[in-house]
Structures are given as structure tokens and as C-alpha cells.
């Protein structure tokens, strides 16, 4: 049972248990200089991507599954991005990939849709937003005597 530094071949990985762990910075260093962070035998970083690949790549992970609430979770060096939620393709607010060349993606929870259907997806949204605001109980002053 592995715990602890292991000088592998082209990498230095750290164990807990037989899997890949470290929670003072990265499980895994590459001879490149990509470095990735695992906890319990995942992917797991916090805040930070978990994922720095030499090139500058970045990949965001929580519990071994890509995910960032804030950004994309995948950006690469020559400009293309992904955002994914729970290890699902998803976005609210526009493409959940853009590609370096401009082309795009639109997801929600792993479905893909044309640009047409996200729009009118998107439309409904708001309408529901904008009538559930509407459909609020407004606050009933008191009346006081004079």
C-alpha cells in the first residue's frame, strides 16, 4: 500500500492509502511542469483549478468531477473554453463551449441545444423569473392612528 512521495517515472506523486492525496498542494507533478490535485483519489481542488497543465491549460475539478460555478471549468491556451457544472456540460447565461475559432455549443445539464432552442429556453426563463417576482406577497403596512 502506497502512502506517502513516490519519485515515478517523469512524476512525483504523493499517497494516502493507495490512492492519489495531498492536501498541502499538488498529488501529482509532471516532470513539464502540469501539476494536479487530488484528494481521496480524485480530482479535487477548491477555489483554484486542479488541473495546471504546463502549456497553461486549466481545468477546474471538485470531488473528480470537472465543475466551477464562477468561470469556465475547462480554459485552454489557445483561447476555447467550457463551462460544466456536476460533470455536465452546462450553462444559464450563453455557450457552454466556445472553440478557439469562434464556433460555439450551447448545453444545459449535458443536452445539447441549438442556438435558437437556448434562446427561447433562455426567453422563458426570464418571463417565469418576472412573473414569479410579480406573484410575490407584497408587504401590508399598518395603518396607525393619527
Not at 3 to 30: F, K, M, S
Not at 97 to 117: P, R, T
Request: overall charge negative; glycine content about 8%.
Amino acid at each position: 500500500m502506497k502512502n506517502g512521495r513516490y519519485e515515478e517515472e517523469r512524476t512525483i506523486c504523493w499517497y494516502l492509502n493507495d490512492q492519489l492525496h495531498r492536501e498541502d498542494g499538488p498529488a501529482v507533478e509532471w516532470e513539464d511542469g502540469t501539476r494536479q490535485w487530488w484528494i481521496n483519489g480524485k480530482r479535487h481542488r477548491e477555489g483554484s483549478p486542479a488541473i495546471e497543465h504546463a502549456n497553461g491549460t486549466k481545468q477546474w475539478w471538485i470531488n473528480g468531477e470537472r465543475h466551477r460555478e464562477d468561470g469556465p471549468a475547462v480554459e485552454r491556451v489557445n483561447g476555447s473554453k467550457q463551462w460544466w457544472i456536476n460533470g455536465k456540460y452546462h450553462r444559464e447565461d450563453g455557450p457552454a463551449v466556445e472553440y478557439a475559432d469562434g464556433s460555439k455549443d450551447w448545453y444545459l445539464n449535458d443536452i445539447e441545444l441549438s442556438e435558437e432552442e437556448f434562446n427561447q429556453w433562455l426567453m422563458k426563463k426570464k418571463l417565469n423569473e418576472k412573473l414569479n417576482e410579480q406573484l410575490k406577497p407584497k408587504p401590508t403596512q399598518k395603518r396607525s392612528k393619527i
